[in-house]
């Protein structure tokens, strides 16, 4: 069974700064994708960013980017120059053979001005 | 506007009553999914379905059932064999074709709260 293991407490982050959303995964397909989603208060996810595990380079979206570390089964999520309304939840989640996502229970950013 | 819709928004629910909520997606997509999400908690899977007329129960699907008579739609149903039902339910769905990073797109929710 696939597990994805979010273990920080909540985060506080001043605006313009960056921040580091871990996330680490256990799995014994040899392929398999993960997803990043961000979940604002009024209860939506919203896709953020995807990494394949053949994946050579590490995914960027915008202000989104994967720190992909296969060995170390972790894929962190880095938020560039945060903004007010990064605030949220962040789940991180990976996809099994029948497109099943398996979500991590998350991690809470509130970003300070 | 292509999307998923999920109505209603909130509903309550006496204890015994079979309630039922409403998935519908514009966007051809394949493959539709439920999730409950608990507070604090990720999500976890209901119930999905890949094809019309079949589905696949998830991790949490007791309790639960859905239909799948078209592609656009697919409606959970909250019997009251749940015992603890109050919680905020999540409809998805996906292409399946095109590799495996084609993410989920989510629905805005229904909070099921018991009277």
């Known amino acids: 069974a696939q597990k994805i293991t979010q273990t920080q407490p909540g985060m506080f982050v001043q605006e313009k700064e960056a921040v580091t959303l871990d996330c680490t995964y256990d799995t014994s397909d040899p392929s398999y994708g993960l997803f990043w989603y961000k979940q604002p208060s009024s209860g939506e996810m919203i896709f953020l960013i995807y990494q394949g595990s053949y994946d050579q380079q590490n995914a960027t979206e915008g202000r989104y980017s994967l720190n992909f570390q296969k060995a170390r089964k972790s894929a962190n999520l880095v938020i560039s120059a945060s903004q007010l309304g990064d605030s949220a939840m962040y789940f991180c989640?990976?996809?099994?053979?029948?497109?099943?996502?398996?979500f991590g229970k998350g991690n809470q950013v509130v970003v300070i001005p | 506007d292509g999307g998923i819709t999920q109505s209603p928004k909130y509903l309550f629910r006496k204890e015994g009553q079979n309630v039922t909520l409403s998935c519908e997606q514009n966007l051809n997509h394949d493959a539709m999914y439920w999730y409950r999400q608990d507070p604090g908690q990720g999500l976890r899977l209901i119930y999905y379905s890949q094809i019309v007329n079949d589905f696949q129960k998830g991790d949490i699907a007791e309790g639960y059932s859905v239909s799948r008579e078209k592609k656009e739609s697919f409606p959970l149903t909250v019997t009251s064999a749940q015992k603890n039902p109050t919680a905020f339910y999540l409809c998805a769905s996906s292409i399946l074709a095109g590799g495996d990073n084609q993410p989920q797109h989510f629905g805005d929710g229904t909070r099921l709260s018991i009277l």
């Open positions: 989640a990976m996809k099994d053979g029948n497109n099943r996502l398996a």
